[in-house]
């Protein structure tokens, strides 16, 4: 039998090697590719985050991230509580989560992070959109989040930290600083919670008109704070913050409307809205009640604006930013007293523009002692001009260009009593215009704690910025009498010291002329007069006389310790002030004759806070017992003397405006009409001010209208009126503090000889601490 042979095993079918091969490799090579790619991704990071030498720019620190800082704007508080204003660099203050409506998180997370909740500072969706629409030229939407925004604008990825070797590379310089933007979202993410996230974002952003943060963009557009803002206007503040100038609903209001429209389709599709409530919103109209802070605007910007001069060499000492460390600064000013101070400066300046400009109609009130008109006095002055100097620079000295350009007529706003007006004006004829107002300077402080209540330096901060309370310091006429008197009293003197309205002459020195003062009047009446009846009339024949007898050096030295810091020379028209100095000097040397002989400087700031509302210092005033308290009262009595006696240059006061309270005052006028001043003086209350033009040698031209008791005294009863009527303001109506011990000196002047007699009591000669001899020949 055959045997039959063993089954063949079929042959295996092969394996295709090659083509495995391949795809292994393949895979293999995109693993290793996305390995690399990772590893070096990580590398980037680290060196980005390492700044690995210098080729990436710096990155901020531990310390840093968890207190990061951003420009906030000090405020300026009034003693009432009332804000002032603000100094800032960006107009920024920072809201608490609190105060964010809902509205205003729905609108902003629908609209700029619609995932917010769910990402930890980047969101990969948002990314691969955006590098898709980068790479089909389809821009659907950045890739940005919230956190990535707030690390961008806190931290100024694309200025302070943009200062890496590769950073201006083009492409690679964006890279890296999106690279920052995601690690510092990170960061963010790991140190804040998502609504200290959402509070630092609408706290940084810009959203145009210098407004920077959502409190100050409320305020600037809506005149709101953000608790109070509807869902259009939240959606309005949120659609500008992508490109402010682009959707300012100011300067676009169609296309901030169509914005808002979006912003608010955005939060509908997120279901933060019904569909009733989208249709209704977007059917109404942007109402904006729109206000951009400036330091122009505001109560008392002449004082903030002193006040700022102050506090820079403080910041400066103490390292701190007055415009961007969100200080608190607590002034001494009453805010309601300092409107009553605007008012009045504002409608007494403005009646006496209109008699000055009538009395000047058609003529040049440039006049020089002998009233004729002074040549050239116009190119002179705007040689003195900023703008002339910037002119001479620009163009090189070339006067022809320059004389052009200051020729040259522009469209400007230029300030009237009636409002803004638009006017074609040179920059000659702009200086010309100018030169024709009246200026004004105003102060009240409280003499028995140096705190000043008002202040306005002049007629409109926005046209006329020189301060004539502190800055400017002019002659003060008659107003520095006071101070002669005081020292006569301190010596000896009786207020009713009798003294004949006659002549005293000083007698020629080397480089001097013998010097004859003349009364107001011009003559001398021969008469008898006090002390008392003397200074309520204003007699220089008298004051000449004292000025003779005490010496101009010892008068000088009054005046210093009285807290006049300007130098006073010791000469014979010292008594006339015929040295310059400032209402703010003045009001601290009147207020030592209510607080009892004790001079207090004037103060302006009681505290300064940080932003977290510790105290960072505060302010006391400084003080100097410089008089008895016998010879302060002594001199309230003296003043009162120009409100009461027949005569005096204030009586206007009680007759006139009728205020039946004590009230010392002392009017001033200098030469020629070019200084008009009035100081009064009440239990709490010392007032100074001034009025003139910028020029001395542009004034009134007679006493009916340019004297101190015409021009500048109404403005003191205007105000005065305005306070005593404030029964919130618990003014002091009653007379002058009397010493605890009995005077030594008899006031009574009319027990003896009513004014009038040409003999001296004995008891008015009676020695009082180091007395002056009073020889028969002194009278």
């Known amino acids: 039998m055959p045997t039959s042979s063993p089954a063949r095993r079929p042959k295996p079918t092969p394996l295709k090697p090659a083509r495995n091969g391949r795809f292994t490799a393949f895979t293999r090579t ?50 009432d509580g009332v804000l002032l204003g603000k100094y800032f660099r960006e107009n920024r203050t920072p809201a608490e989560f609190k105060d964010l409506p809902q509205n205003l998180i729905d609108a902003l997370i629908a609209t700029e992070d619609v995932r917010f909740e769910q990402h930890s500072g980047i969101d990969l969706k948002s990314v691969f959109r955006a590098v898709v629409g980068v790479v089909t030229f389809n821009h659907n939407g950045g890739g940005s989040t919230l956190s990535q925004q707030v690390a961008k604008v806190l931290f100024r990825t694309r200025a302070d930290l943009n200062d890496g070797t590769l950073n201006g590379n083009g492409k690679l310089g964006l890279l890296i600083t999106k690279t920052k933007e995601w690690i510092l979202a990170i960061r963010l993410e790991r140190n804040y919670t998502k609504r200290e996230i959402l509070r630092m974002y609408l706290n940084t952003v810009e959203f145009g008109s210098n407004s920077f943060g959502i409190n100050t963009a409320a305020k600037t557009f809506f005149n709101k704070k953000p608790k109070d803002l509807t869902t259009p206007e939240s959606a309005t503040l949120v659609g500008i913050v992508n490109a402010p100038g682009r959707f300012s609903p100011v300067t676009h209001p169609d296309r901030s409307r169509k914005r808002r429209n979006w912003v608010l389709r955005q ?40 006040v ?24 001494t000013i009453d805010s309601r007293m300092q409107v009553y101070a605007e008012k009045s400066v504002a409608e007494h ?164 002329a013998a010097y004859t003062p003349k009364n107001f009047e011009g003559g001398f009446s021969g008469r008898v007069f006090t002390l008392r009846q003397a200074l309520a009339r204003s007699m220089n024949s008298i004051t000449a006389w004292l000025v003779m007898k005490l010496t101009p050096e010892t008068i000088a030295g009054y005046a210093k310790r009285m807290g006049i810091e300007s130098p006073v020379d010791p000469v014979p028209a010292i008594g006339f002030g015929s040295s310059d100095v400032s209402i703010f000097e003045l009001c601290g040397a009147y207020a030592t004759f209510v607080n ?120 003191y009863g205007l105000f005065m009126q305005k306070v005593y009527a404030d029964k919130s303001l618990d003014i002091k109506k009653t007379p002058f503090e009397k010493p605890a011990a ?36 002194d009278i």
């Open 596 to 715: 009892k002989g004790v001079w207090t400087s004037p103060i302006m700031v009681t505290r300064i806070e940080d932003k977290n509302k510790n105290v960072l210092r505060e302010f006391v005033p400084r003080t100097k017992e410089v008089l008895s308290e016998e010879t302060a009262y002594l001199m309230t009595y003296m003043l009162q003397a120009s409100t009461t006696e027949p005569g005096g240059t204030s009586t206007i006061l009680h007759t006139g405006f009728k205020f039946p309270y004590e009230i010392g005052a002392k009017t001033g006028t200098t030469s020629n009409y070019s200084d008009a001043w009035f100081m009064g003086i009440t239990p709490d209350l010392v007032c100074g001010m001034w009025i003139g033009g910028e020029d001395r040698s542009i004034h009134f031209r007679t006493g009916a209208y340019g004297q101190g008791a015409r021009l500048a005294l109404p403005l």
């Open 308 to 331: 700022a001069k102050s506090l820079l060499a403080w910041a400066r000492e103490t390292d701190h930013d007055l415009y961007a460390d969100g200080l608190k600064i607590y002034t």
């Open 30 to 79: 995109m693993w290793l590719l996305f390995g690399a790619g990772v590893v070096g991704l990580c590398l980037f990071v680290l060196a980005v985050s390492g700044n690995f030498l210098n080729l990436f720019g710096r990155m901020p620190n531990l310390k840093t991230l968890e207190n990061p800082r951003s420009e906030l704007a000090s405020e300026i508080y009034s003693a």
């Open 267 to 306: 939060m509908a599709k997120s279901n933060y809205i019904t569909d009733a409530q989208l249709a209704a919103d977007t059917a109404k109209a942007i109402v904006l009640q729109y206000s951009v802070e400036n330091p122009t605007k505001g109560l008392a910007p002449y004082f903030r604006s002193e």
């Open 349 to 512: 300046l403005a009646l006496q523009q209109k008699w000055f400009s009538q009395h000047w109609k058609g003529q040049l009130p440039w006049r020089d002692e002998n009233g004729k008109v002074i040549p050239d006095f116009l190119n002179i002055s705007m040689r003195r001009t900023q703008r002339y100097k910037s002119l001479m620079n620009i163009y090189d000295g070339n006067r022809d260009s320059v004389n052009y350009y200051l020729r040259k007529k522009y469209k400007m706003q230029v300030f009237t009593w009636q409002g803004e007006k638009e006017m074609m004006m040179s920059p000659l004829d702009s200086l010309a215009y100018y030169k024709r107002y009246l200026r004004a300077g105003f102060m009240a402080m409280n003499p028995l704690n140096g705190q000043v209540k008002a202040w306005v330096g002049g007629p409109n901060y926005k046209f006329f910025k020189f301060d004539h309370v502190r800055q400017g310091k002019r002659q003060p006429g008659s107003t520095f009498k006071p101070i002669v008197y005081t020292a006569a009293i301190d010596q000896g003197y009786s207020p009713c010291f009798p003294r004949p309205d006659v002549a005293t002459t000083f007698p020629a020195e080397a480089g001097r």
């Open 742 to 777: 009995s005077l030594s000196i008899e006031t009574d002047c009319s027990k003896y000889y009513g004014g009038q007699r040409d003999t001296i009591p004995d008891d008015q000669k009676m020695a009082r601490p180091d007395p002056v001899d009073l020889s028969e020949e």
